[in-house]
């Protein structure tokens, strides 16, 4: 600091000097690390819910605030740009918004609190709570978007998790750690199941995330699915489908953010996702708004990049951590089972558990298909014994599928053929293994027990080896 720069004028100097040689080093660190303009912009253009503004500067995934006209903040996202416009979407409401708004750019990316105090509770997409309790104060900030784990760090699937299902336990065995997609069109019970697996699956934590989804469903799953004490060990994530795009991802990330915060803890959490398919259509939405082409039957290509970095935050953490078991409900619009999401989401889970309309017409429930379905990583934790059972159940059922029309029609001659002869006698005893009332709970231990007495009464019980099927 120069000796010819009198920064106090006046009659008194010795005074000022003191006053320099007080405030000098402060000025000294101003002068070098001068803070950081923010350069506002305008907002020029709005179009549905993407917004363009021009004159400031933010990244990708970078927020921004658009002042309304009674000084109300609305948050945004950058989600694109184009020479020097910004495409912002919003996270909240746009009423209010006027042509040449100010756009203030927010440093930092996206972040959520997490911490134990969210057990109990239920949150929307920017992590406020929904049930009217208090903020929640204490914790540490993640990111929203995280990171998935390296690959090889990762513990291998080893273990069985009980689901309370007969038939997932004995014919899909879910495994801690495992990802699977629950198919299924509108109205065939992927809600009923996904509920009965929330009271019954053995886990330290539940963090549920209800994406996109009827606004009702929310306080009934609350209610009815976990109930007061189900609830005192969940996490429910709730952006219905009135929410905004944008928060409807958040809902998502946050939900998936929640999940690791726990694993990290060494946990085993169980997340239930409903659904997937809504988080697809949310960045349809978006990805459309701003100008990206649709590719697969109406689906941006940014869709099929979003999925598998959704998908991979969940899973078996490294040593020393817990595991994040994650059920995601996707669904089949008009019953395709080569929808686009239902294709991509079966190709990045490790099993899929396909539920059947002709099976829920029928009054069974829950109606899943196991012809159908599989769960890839049923070999790595089950025995030799139950492998050979899941697949002669496999085989009786597609013997009954492919000459049900024969039977029904009284074409078939009894004793022509004994593989359809043993499949016709065992079909009722299956159908009744595969029902389950949404209120009963069966174990791991009972279920595999079920599936050795269905075919120890059959004609053709030998062609199984007697193995304990619990080894």
């Known amino acids: 600091m120069s000796d010819n720069v009198t920064l106090f004028p006046g009659p008194d100097p010795d005074r000022n000097l003191e006053r320099a040689l007080r405030l000098g080093p402060y000025i000294d660190r101003a002068c070098d690390d001068p803070p950081s303009l923010v350069v506002e912009g305008v907002l020029r253009r709005t179009v549905g819910l993407a917004m363009e503004a021009e004159g400031c500067h933010a990244p990708l995934g970078g927020r921004c605030d658009v002042v309304a006209t009674d000084g109300r903040r609305v948050e945004t996202e950058v989600v694109g740009f184009s020479g020097e416009r910004l495409f912002l979407m919003p996270v909240g409401d746009m009423r209010g918004i006027v042509p040449n708004a100010r756009v203030i750019p927010v440093s930092g990316a996206p972040e959520v609190v997490v911490s134990d105090e969210l057990l109990g509770r239920v949150l929307d997409g920017r992590g406020r709570p929904l049930d009217g309790g208090r903020a929640i104060a204490h914790g540490h900030t993640v990111p929203l978007m995280g990171e998935p784990i390296n690959p090889l760090l990762r513990k291998p699937i080893r273990q069985q998790l009980d689901v309370g299902i007969r038939s997932i336990n004995s014919l899909l065995s879910v495994g801690r750690g495992q990802r699977l997609g629950l198919f299924a069109g509108s109205g065939v019970g992927k809600s009923m199941l996904l509920s009965m697996m929330t009271r019954n699956t053995e886990a330290d934590v539940v963090v549920v995330g209800l994406v996109g989804e009827r606004g009702r469903e929310v306080k009934e799953f609350i209610e009815h699915s976990l ?173 009954y599928q492919e000459n049900r029309d024969l039977v029904a029609v009284g074409a078939y001659q009894p004793g022509s053929n004994p593989q359809l002869d043993e499949a016709i006698a065992l079909w009722p005893s299956i159908i009744e293994f595969l029902r389950q009332h949404q209120n009963q709970s069966v174990d791991t231990k009972s279920s595999l027990a079920g599936l050795r007495e269905l075919f120890d009464a059959s004609p053709a019980a030998d062609a199984v080896p007697g193995a304990n099927v619990d080894e």
């Open 227 to 399: 109930g007061e004490d189900g609830l005192r060990r969940a996490v429910v994530v709730a952006t219905p489908a009135d929410d905004t795009p944008l928060m409807r991802l958040h809902g998502a990330w946050l939900t998936a953010a929640i999940a690791e915060h726990f694993r990290d803890q060494g946990k085993n959490v169980l997340l239930l996702m409903d659904s997937l398919t809504r988080f697809a259509q949310a960045q349809r939405e978006i990805a459309l708004a701003i100008g990206e082409p649709p590719a697969t039957k109406g689906y941006p290509p940014s869709v099929f990049a979003k999925l598998p970095q959704l998908v991979e935050r969940a899973g078996n953490g490294a040593d020393g951590s817990g595991s994040i078991t994650a059920i995601y409900t996707v669904l089949a619009e008009g019953d395709d089972p080569n929808d686009p999401i239902v294709d991509a989401s079966r190709a990045i889970l490790d099993g899929h558990i396909v539920l059947s309309r002709s099976l829920a017409d029928a009054g069974v429930y829950p109606a899943v298909d196991v012809e159908s379905s599989v769960s890839r990583a049923m070999t790595l934790f089950t025995s030799d014994a139950q492998q050979q059972l899941v697949t002669r159940f496999r085989q009786v059922c597609a013997i």
